[in-house]
Structures are given as C-alpha cells and as structure tokens.
T-cell receptor, first 114, second 113 residues
Framework: DQQVKQNSPSLSVQEGRISILNCDYTNSMFDYFLWYKKYPAEGPTFLISISSIKDKNEDGRFTVFLNKSAKHLSLHIVPSQPGDSAVYFCAASNSGAGSYQLTFGKGTKLSVIP | DTEVTQTPKHLVMGMTNKKSLKCEQHMGHRAMYWYKQKAKKPPELMFVYSYEKLSINESVPSRFSPECPNSSLLNLHLHALQPEDSALYLC????????????FGQGTRLTVV
C-alpha cells in the first residue's frame, strides 16, 4: 500500500512559467513533509520542507503548500528554469517516538522547456 | 559543510566477494541512514542509526551488514550478494531521526555480477 503518492510520473513546463508538482498521502500520522530533487545517478537533494502545523512554506522560487484535510501537498516552482529539470520526490515522516522512516513517493519527472 | 560523502562512487563485485560501502558526514548529525534505490523507483529505507545505535532494520537480508563506528561514519558491509542487489545505495544523515531534513550522499552505484 503506497502511503505517499505522486500520480503524475512526468510534467513539462515552459521556461518562466509555474511548475506545480502534486503529492497525496494516506497516513494521517505523517506530520512532516519534504521535497527532494534528484538528477540521474546522484543522490536526492533536499529542497524544502513543511511541518503539519503550517500550511505554506516559501524559499526563493520554491513554495510548498499543505492541505491537511485533503492530505495533499504541492510544490510550486516559479519561475521555472531549465536547470529545474529533474525528478522530484515528495517524502513524509511521522515524527512520533520511534518513527524514523522517510516514506517517498515514486517521483515526478519535471522537464522545463527553454 | 553540508556534505554527505560516499565512497566508492561505483562498485562492481562478484557474488562471492566481500566489500564495504562507506559514508561520512561532519555536520554533527546524530541520525544516519542507508537507502537502496532501483531504477525509476523511490529510495527504500534499509537501516537507521540514531546516536550510533541501530534503530531500524527494514527486514534487510543478512548479506547486508551495517556498522556505525562513530557519529560521523556509517559503513555497509556486503557479502554474498545477488545480481538483484544491484542498485544505487544512498547514505543520508539528519540532525535527529525522523523530523529533520535528511541530506543525502551521491550514492554508490553497485553492480553484482
């Protein structure tokens, strides 16, 4: 059973426009969410995170929105740049005692077209 | 220094070999992780060390043996692997287990022949 779902395997966006990557989760115990960016043959690079006590976190061109009632989060990249082309993984964790695991979605491959 | 350094970057080993993957971080993080990633799949957690003690073993076969010699180092000892164990092995660390951002190394691309 997949607890973190990224239903779009791929997304193409024109340079300068907004990229919106979506993520849904099923485990209501998750209270911390992260986005990672991954280039081929490299480890994931941390991008931005959000705690369940917030509904928005912004860092430069990246903004993550969390809708707890819908168990949905999204990553907005604006403006999109060709260097943003990569696979983006959504991840979630339960920070309760004894819970260490980051559960990853399957990823969305973003292509930013110049 | 926000780096997690993994060596080697690439490794080819036979099914009877014994090899080790190494991971190092100097960020003062107290949690370190091993993940395995197959092509076009998300990383899958293998082991978690918290304060140098093994906290989680996600039902990993005994041919994978982790070791945490100190708070900065994490090893993964490999013995009698199978071709299906070929994958990208990722090390990560975080300030505390679970709640804080995990920083990943570049990974070791392992091929078992």
């Amino acid at each position: 059973d997949q607890q973190v779902k990224q239903n779009s395997p791929s997304l193409s966006v024109q340079e300068g426009r907004i990229s919106i990557l979506n993520c849904d989760y099923t485990n209501s115990m998750f209270d911390y969410f992260l986005w990672y960016k991954k280039y081929p043959a490299e480890g994931p690079t941390f991008l931005i995170s959000i705690s369940s006590i917030k509904d928005k976190n912004e860092d430069g061109r990246f903004t993550v929105f969390l809708n707890k009632s819908a168990k949905h989060l999204s990553l907005h990249i604006v403006p999109s740049q060709p260097g943003d082309s990569a696979v983006y993984f959504c991840a979630a964790s339960n920070s309760g005692a004894g819970s260490y695991q980051l559960t990853f979605g399957k990823g969305t491959k973003l292509s930013v077209i110049p | 220094d926000t780096e997690v350094t993994q060596t080697p970057k690439h490794l080819v080993m036979g099914m009877t070999n014994k090899k080790s993957l190494k991971c190092e971080q100097h960020m003062g993080h107290r949690a370190m992780y091993w993940y395995k990633q197959k092509a076009k799949k998300p990383p899958e957690l293998m082991f978690v060390y918290s304060y140098e003690k093994l906290s989680i073993n996600e039902s990993v076969p005994s041919r994978f043996s982790p070791e945490c010699p100190n708070s900065s180092l994490l090893n993964l000892h490999l013995h009698a692997l199978q071709p299906e164990d070929s994958a990208l092995y990722l090390c990560a660390s975080s300030q505390e287990a679970g709640r804080t951002e995990a920083f990943f190394g570049q990974g070791t691309r392992l091929t078992v022949v």
